[in-house]
């Protein structure tokens, strides 16, 4: 089923964090967003729209739903080994310009603890990792900065084996509590040597429930013009609500209201795929001042959502293009090996929403290959068919406890 007006959720659920009360927990000072960090959200949120819009742009017709917050973390590891332009086209892509990579750091580590102890009774968690193919040489400055900052776990393995990719496979899965069980499918390419992956896990429950008995099957009109049936969720109670000529919006809360649910519904003839590629977010925080205390009578459908994409495309188009060229690229800052470039962006998200709440997860994998082989050594021969010398020795002190001279293997 086609459920365009629910897109927003993720957005919505980060966005939305700056409009209510933090609760008891406010006074713990980890709960507490900086102005730095509220800059950093501003510009993921900015970020996160265009490409919406830009995904909206090839994905018309179609079910879109994806984490700003997962790719904007995810990008936010890879600033750490982008050098020279590449770094600068980076951070004018996600909004970052201007300010130093100590305080993008500084500022996805407050936003990250935040949002992962805001809401007791809403759980969302965060969590990087980082994996890089067994014998590259990776700085130890790019691993630490992101262990201090983003808290990522990293890894070498060895990318030749199956083993490999069920071992990523795994991480995921458990970080998404289940709902995203892979982000690699078959072997990983020999060019690859790294994979920088956020994965993220929502649950919230409605601050109103919907009563199950109340839900129905209903008609719902797709953006093709076909009608298919629902399961419509019905409740009557007072929401931040906000209607007009063009649109209505709504805003469902979770818990203790930090998070919640904002839904968009544009008015009927409004075409949702034109309505998407005009949306802004001056326009969203324009629609968010807007809302106010309402009783509403609602129909809302239940829905669970599986996306997967390469963001590849849209994010070159976005201006990150030169992260992306083998011949242009610099993330030097990773390794000093030379040739390394953004060979694909991953993203695979899930969504279910009912009468109790709303489960999302998502996983951004951002793969990092290089243009020079390592070079296949020289084989040597060597045939040991005449006599020989050999030694037994300690190799730091340089003591030599044996040493021998074979004239025949068979002699005793």
Known sequence: MKYYGMIFVLLAIFASCKQNPAGPAADNPINRITPLAKSVIDADNSFGFKLFTQINNTETGKNVFISPFSVSMAFGMLLNGANGATLDSLERALGDAGMSLDDINNAYQNSSAFLTTLDAHVTFQNANSIWYRDGFPVLPNFLNVNKNYFDAEVDSLDFDLPSAVQTINNWVNTKTNRKIPTILDGNIPSNIVMYLINAIYFKGTWTYKFDSSGTKDA?????????????????????????????????????????????????????????????????????????????????????????????????????????FDPLRADLSHISSKVGLFVSDVLHKTYVDVDEEGTEAAAVTAISVGTTVYPEKPEIKFMRIDHPFIFVIREHQSGTILFIGKIVNPVAS
């Open 219 to 323: 008609p719902f009109s797709c953006a093709d013009g076909s009608i298919t049936t629902c399961k419509l969720m019905s409740q009557e109670d007072t929401y931040a609500y906000y209607g007009d000529n063009s649109l209505q919006a709504i805003d469902l809360p979770y818990g203790d209201r930090s998070f919640s649910m904002t839904v968009i519904l544009p008015a009927a003839g409004i075409s949702i795929d034109q309505f998407t590629s005009a949306l802004t977010q001056v326009q969203w925080n324009a629609i968010i001042n807007k809302l106010d205390s309402a009783k509403v009578d609602l129909y809302i459908p239940k829905f669970t959502l599986n996306y997967s994409k390469s963001l590849s495309s849209e994010l070159k188009a976005l201006g990150m293009g030169i992260a």
